[in-house]
């Protein structure tokens, strides 16, 4: 309704306008029911600053129910008994299915010996994100046929590719008049499955190459136990720093560092520090065998076979490495390494960028918070930034839940996501 009625806003702008609004403060002392007239009140108010017309508006803050809001709606020449979102589910669905008939199409007319290859070289979501950004409300008002999701695809096709199978468009409501007019025969849209599905193949095994140290890799289960020889050949022996377990913390470093790549950022155009983003569970796992293999290196290189090697890790993914090693992944670290008298309970932390947030599971807050009054048993926390790329960077960490330390560290969401303050 509100995108038929302020034209120069997407629906999703409007959408999430409306979660935004807010409970005002004096109707709690001054109301003990909140009427329908008072909510309408609020939200017109709030869509006013946005265009809404003037006689729309008016019309709102008259209604005393939900049949009065949907006369007023009707009366307007709107539907305010369809679902924007319903629809929007509705018509990506009849559009996926148009778009996947279509490059089946294209694949015949290409092995016709045709020219036209801009549907076969583009995947179906690639073009349904396409079709989705030229039309971002038109899709969510009203549902579209056949006939509706060939012009929105012509429109968006026509900018990548010209010549007959896209003119045919122009001449075709419907996917059999395009068949009719292209003089395809089934025979030949079914010699097309081979190659639509080899393209599919392709495609899957193009979307598991992940660049880890420079270098492509193929991010599947079966393959990470050839991690660690990537990731050591990309990052020779002599790019590999030296940690020292009694430096408790190296935030004042590490801030320098971070300070002077936003500078070097800014100077380049380009922003020193990269938004989070969610990342797939297949991410998440490659990170985080990386980020062991890393610090498995780095513990190895400062302190000798003698005191580091496969028993001092502890956590499943050690296992892609040494299959036959004793894990734990309930102890709440990755790595126990005694030396000195002391014992060192290390959890290694990674990004995939320069993020200095990163979370504890259960049992390392059970651990940290264990250990943190001890003196021979100390827990630290090694965060490994960058961790896919050829310079990952590292910082040793002293137990956050250390009452001498606490102050370094902010604690958002019960305490589980961690973010340390850097000097």
């Not at 076969?120 to 690639?126: K, N």
């Not at 979370?359 to 965060?383: D, P, V, Y």
Request: hydrophobic share 40%.
């Amino acid at each position: 309704m509100l995108v038929k009625g302020v034209l120069e806003e997407d629906f999703e702008v409007i959408d999430a306008s409306i979660d935004e609004i807010e409970y005002p403060d004096p109707f709690a002392a001054k109301y003990w029911h909140i009427e329908i007239s008072h909510v309408m009140m609020v939200a017109t108010e709030a869509f006013m600053h946005r265009g809404l017309e003037e006689i729309l508006a008016k019309s709102l803050t008259t209604v005393d129910s939900l049949r009065d809001l949907t006369k007023v709606l009707e009366d307007k020449g709107l539907e305010p008994d369809l679902d924007p979102v319903e629809i929007q589910t509705t018509n990506s669905a009849v559009l996926k299915r148009l778009l996947s008939k279509l490059r089946q199409m294209t694949i015949a007319w290409s092995l016709r010996g045709q020219t036209s290859l801009g549907l076969r070289v583009h995947g179906v979501d690639d073009l349904l994100n396409r079709v989705l950004v030229a039309d971002k409300n038109d899709i969510y008002l009203e549902l579209w046929d056949e006939s509706r999701c060939l012009q929105k695809v012509a429109k968006t096709v026509g900018c990548i590719e010209q010549g007959e199978f896209i003119d045919s468009f122009a001449v075709s409501e419907t996917l059999a008049e395009l068949l009719m007019y292209l003089e395809l025969s089934q025979e030949e849209l079914e010699a097309a499955l081979p190659a639509l599905e080899k393209q599919r193949r392709r495609k899957e095994v193009e979307k598991q190459f992940v660049q880890v140290a420079g270098k492509p890799f193929q991010n599947t289960e079966d393959n990470l136990e050839q991690l660690w020889e990537h990731i050591a050949v990309c990052v020779d022996d002599n790019r590999v720093i030296d940690l020292q377990l009694d430096d408790s913390l190296m935030l004042e470093e590490l801030g320098r560092k971070k300070r002077s790549k936003k500078r070097k950022g800014k100077e380049g155009g380009k922003a020193g520090v990269k938004q989070r983003k969610t990342i797939s569970q297949a991410m998440k796992k490659l990170i985080g065998v990386a980020e062991e293999i890393h610090a498995y290196r780095v513990l190895q290189r400062s302190y000798g076979v003698e005191y580091v090697g496969p028993s001092n890790r502890k956590s499943e993914n050690s296992l892609y490495l040494f299959p036959k090693n004793k894990v734990d992944d309930g102890l709440g670290c990755d790595f126990i390494i005694q030396k000195d008298g002391k014992t060192y309970y290390l959890e290694v932390k990674a990004t995939q960028g320069s993020d200095e947030m990163f979370e504890l599971g259960s049992s390392e807050m059970r651990l940290a918070i264990e250990l943190a009054k001890e003196r021979k048993k100390q827990f630290r926390i090694i965060h490994i930034l960058d961790a896919l790329s050829e310079t990952p960077e590292m910082g040793l960490f002293s137990n956050p839940y250390n009452r001498a330390h606490k102050s370094n560290y902010v604690f958002e969401k019960a305490g589980m996501r961690v973010r340390y303050v850097l000097s």
